[in-house]
C-alpha cells in the first residue's frame, strides 16, 4: 500500500500531497474496504474546526483489519502477548483468532445493550483482551475511551462523566513488575461518583479477592462462554467516532480528543507502513501502554490494519531486571522496535553491563516517541541498541494528530540526531513568531504549526466544540497550533523544542500545570500553589510545585500529604518531583503569577530571572531561591 521507497520518491510524494491532496489521499484510500466510497475526498474550514474526510463513505474499519488481511494473512500472528513475569508463557494470536475474539466480545457488549455510538471505557492492564475490546466496541460501532489504568479513581471518574459512558471493561487486578496492582477497587471507587454506567465486565487476571456487583458487575469469560464467534460489524459513516482519547492541556481538566473512523484509519495505516518500512514477517515491538495514543495507533491499530505482527508487553523495563527489553528483543527478533527517550535514558544509566549477554541482531530500525530525545540518549540508543546500522526514527506527533506528522521514514531520510526532521506527505508544517508571521526558510525557530488537514486531525474535542476552537484553531489563524516550539536548522531539518505552553511532559506523558496545581489545592492547608517542568535527567521534565499553605504542620510531613492529594485525584504519574513551601509566589501587578521566574528557579537558572522590578513582590524572589530544593 503505497509504499515510499527513496528518498526522491518522497520528496516526489511530497510535492504530490501537496498539489493535489483530493488524489494523493483518495488513491491510498481505494487499498481499503468501503461499503460506499466518498463523494467528496476532503471538506475543511480550520476556523470553525470543522474537516470531513471521505465524505459521506461508509466503511469499518475492523473490516480492513479482518475481512481484509484473513484470506492471506487468517494463520498470522497478529499479537504476541509477553506477560509480566517471563516464567509464564506468552501468548500467540493468529489474525483468525483475533477476528473470532472480536467477534465473541463484540457479541458480549451487544447483549449488554451497547450500541452504535455508545461510550465504553476501556481501564485494562496491557493484555489482549485490552485489544480485542477495543476492536470489539469498532466492530459494533460503539466509541472507545481507554483510560491509562494508572490513573485514580477519580480520573476515572470525571472521564466517564465527560463522556456519559455506558460500561466499563476492567481486570481484577494488574501485574506491573513485581506488584499486584489492585483495578477493580479503583473502579468500584469511581462508579460512587457516576450514574450512567449500566454494567462492568472484569477480566479474571491476578485472581485477587474483588467485590462483584450483582446486576452490575459480570466476569469477561462468562459473558464470552457459549456465545458466536460470527458478528457482522456494524457500517459506520467515514466521520462516526472511533474512539476519544483523554489529555491535558494548558487549562481546565484533560479535553476528550474526539478521532473518526475513515481518517484515522488511513493515515495510522499509511504512516505505520512508511516510517518504520515494514516489511511482511517482520516482528514490530512498541512499548507503549494502550491508554495513550502511541498505544492506540502503533500497538493496535496502524500494525493491525497492515497485517503485522504486533508485540504487546504487560510489563516493566526493570522487571525481573533492566536486560527484559533486550531480552524481548531476542527472543522474538523483533525487527521495529520503538519505545520513548525517558526508558532509553532510564536504562542507559545502568551501563552496558545489562547489555552483554544480548545480540539485538534481528533489529532493522529502532523509534523514539513522545518526548524531546536529547543528543546523549540518542547516541546511546543509536551505537548500543541500533549498534550504529539501525535508522533511529525520532517521530514528533501528538494524541489529537493521531499518527506521526514528522518523523525519518527508515532508512530512507538520513539520520540526524535529534531532529524528527522532515513531514510525512500530506503534513504542512509552518513555523510562525508570537504574532502569527509565517517563518519561512531555514535557520528559524518559532511556534510549530500546520496549515492543512490530514485524514486523522482531531475532530473536536468532546462535548464541547468552542474548547476545541479555542485551543486548537485560533492562537494563530487558520491553523492548527501544536503547543511545540520547533526549529528548520541550515538543511531544512526539524528539530523539536518541546512545549511552549503550560504543559509539561514527564516521562513522554503530558500533565497540564493547571491540572496538578489543582490537584494540589485540594488539601485543605494549601493556599495557593504554582507548578512548573525542570530538566530531569531520566523523565525529560520533572514537576516543581511551589506551595503556600496555611499550616503548623511540619514542612516534611505536608509535602507528603499533598504527594499523596496528587496520586489519589490524578495519580502516580502526576505526583510532583520537588515541592517548595513558599510564604508567596512572584505576581505581576495584575496577579498574574509569574510562572518564567519560577521555571528559572526550579532549573537553577538564577543568574537570567531577568527584569523582577515590575513585580507586585519583587522580595519573594529572593526567598524562593534561597529556599529551592535544588
Ligand atoms: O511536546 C510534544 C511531545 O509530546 C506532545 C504530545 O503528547 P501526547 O499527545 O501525549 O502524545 C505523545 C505521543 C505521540 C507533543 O506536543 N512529543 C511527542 N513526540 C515527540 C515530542 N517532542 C519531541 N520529539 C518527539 N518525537
Known amino acids: 500500500m503505497h509504499r515510499i521507497k527513496s528518498l526522491s520518491d518522497y520528496f516526489k510524494k511530497y510535492e504530490q ?14 487499498n481499503f474496504i468501503w461499503k460506499e466510497k466518498w463523494d467528496k475526498v476532503l471538506d475543511w474550514d480550520f476556523e470553525s474546526a470543522d474537516t470531513k474526510w471521505f465524505k459521506n463513505a461508509k466503511l469499518n474499519i475492523t473490516e480492513n483489519i479482518f475481512e481484509r488481511n484473513l484470506k492471506d494473512r487468517g494463520d498470522k500472528t497478529a499479537i ?32 449488554k445493550g451497547i450500541n452504535k455510538g455508545d461510550r465504553v471505557i476501556i481501564y485494562m492492564p496491557m493484555v489482549p483482551e485490552a485489544a480485542i475490546a477495543m476492536l470489539a466496541c469498532a466492530r459494533v460501532g460503539a466509541v472507545h475511551s481507554v483510560v491509562f489504568a494508572g490513573f485514580s479513581s477519580t480520573s476515572l471518574a470525571d472521564r466517564i462523566n465527560d463522556c456519559q459512558a455506558k460500561i466499563v471493561l476492567t481486570s481484577d487486578g494488574n501485574f506491573r513488575g513485581n506488584k499486584i496492582i489492585p483495578v477493580k477497587p479503583v473502579v468500584d471507587e469511581a462508579l460512587e461518583k457516576c450514574s450512567t454506567i449500566e454494567s462492568v465486565i472484569v477480566l479474571e487476571r491476578t485472581k485477587q479477592n474483588i467485590n462483584m456487583i450483582e446486576g452490575r458487575d459480570y466476569w469477561w469469560h462468562d459473558c464470552v462462554n457459549d456465545i458466536s464467534s460470527q458478528c457482522d ?28 473512523s475513515a481518517g484515522y484509519m488511513v493515515y495510522s495505516s499509511y504512516s505505520f507502513l512508511n516510517v518504520f518500512q515494514y516489511d511482511e514477517g517482520d516482528i514490530y515491538w512498541c512499548t507503549a501502554d494502550v491508554g495513550w495514543i502511541t498505544g492506540h495507533s502503533y500497538i493496535v491499530y496502524g500494525p493491525l490494519l497492515c497485517g503485522a505482527t504486533s508485540i504487546m508487553f504487560e510489563g516493566v523495563p526493570t522487571f525481573p531486571n ?7 528483543v531476542d527472543k522474538y527478533k523483533v525487527n521495529q522496535f520503538y519505545t520513548a527517550p525517558t526508558a532509553i535514558r532510564a536504562l542507559q544509566a545502568h551501563g552496558l553491563e545489562p547489555l552483554k549477554d544480548n545480540s539485538l541482531e534481528s533489529l532493522k530500525v529502532i523509534g523514539s516517541v513522545g518526548e524531546p530525545i536529547n543528543e546523549e540518549a540518542w547516541h546511546w540508543y543509536h551505537d548500543n541498541i541500533g549498534k550504529g546500522n539501525c535508522p533511529l526514527v525520532d517521530t514528533w506527533w501528538q494524541t489529537e494528530t493521531g499518527g506521526i506528522m514528522i518523523s525519518a521514514l527508515a532508512g530512507i531520510t538520513p539520520n540526524k540526531p535529534a531532529h524528527a526532521s522532515l513531514p510525512l506527505p500530506g503534513i504542512q508544517p509552518v513555523i510562525v513568531d508570537s504574532a502569527g508571521k509565517e517563518l519561512t526558510g531555514n535557520n528559524v525557530q518559532g511556534n510549530l504549526c500546520i496549515k492543512f488537514p490530514w485524514p486523522s486531525i482531531l475532530r473536536t474535542t468532546y462535548g464541547d466544540h468552542k474548547r476545541c476552537i479555542n485551543t486548537y484553531f485560533s492562537n494563530f489563524k487558520g491553523m492548527y497550533f501544536t503547543g511545540d516550539g520547533v526549529k528548520r536548522d541550515h538543511d531544512g531539518y526539524l528539530r523539536i523544542l518541546g512545549r511552549v505552553d503550560d504543559v509539561i511532559n514527564v516521562s513522554g506523558h503530558r500533565m497540564g500545570t493547571a491540572e496538578v496545581e489543582n490537584a494540589i489545592n ?14 530531569h535527567d531520566i523523565k525529560g521534565e520533572g514537576i516543581y510545585a511551589y ?3 496555611n499550616s503548623k504542620t511540619s514542612d516534611d510531613k505536608i509535602k507528603i500529604e499533598i504527594t499523596n492529594v496528587v496520586r489519589r485525584v490524578i495519580g502516580p504519574i502526576a505526583k510532583p518531583d520537588k515541592i517548595q513551601i513558599v510564604s508567596g509566589l512572584p505576581k505581576t501587578r495584575s496577579g498574574k503569577i509569574m510562572r518564567r521566574i519560577l521555571r528559572k ?11 523582577t ?10 526567598e524562593i531561591i534561597k529556599g529551592s530544593s535544588n
Request: hydrophobic share 35%; proline share 6%; net charge negative.
Open 80 to 111: 504476541i502477548w509477553e506477560p509480566n513475569d517471563p516464567a509464564q508463557s506468552p501468548i500467540y494470536i493468529t489474525y483468525r483468532q483475533l477476528y473470532e475474539e472480536t467477534c465473541k466480545f463484540s457479541n458480549a457488549l451487544k447483549e
Open 17 to 30: 500531497s501537496k498539489k493535489d491532496p483530493d488524489k494523493f489521499w483518495s488513491e491510498i484510500a481505494n
Open 522 to 535: 485540594e488539601h485543605e492547608e494549601v493556599i495557593e500553589s504554582a507548578v512548573v517542568g525542570y530538566p
Open 233 to 260: 460489524s456494524e457500517i459506520l459513516d467515514a466521520e462516526d467516532m472511533l474512539f476519544i482519547l483523554y489529555t491535558s492541556g494548558s487549562t481546565g481538566k484533560p479535553k476528550g480528543v474526539v478521532h473518526s
Open 547 to 549: 506551595v503556600i499553605v
Open 322 to 328: 533492566v536486560s527484559r527489553f533486550w531480552d524481548i
Open 601 to 611: 528557579v526550579a532549573s537553577n537558572d538564577f543568574d537570567n530571572l531577568g527584569d
Open 613 to 622: 522590578s515590575t513585580l507586585l513582590n519583587p522580595e519573594i524572589v529572593n
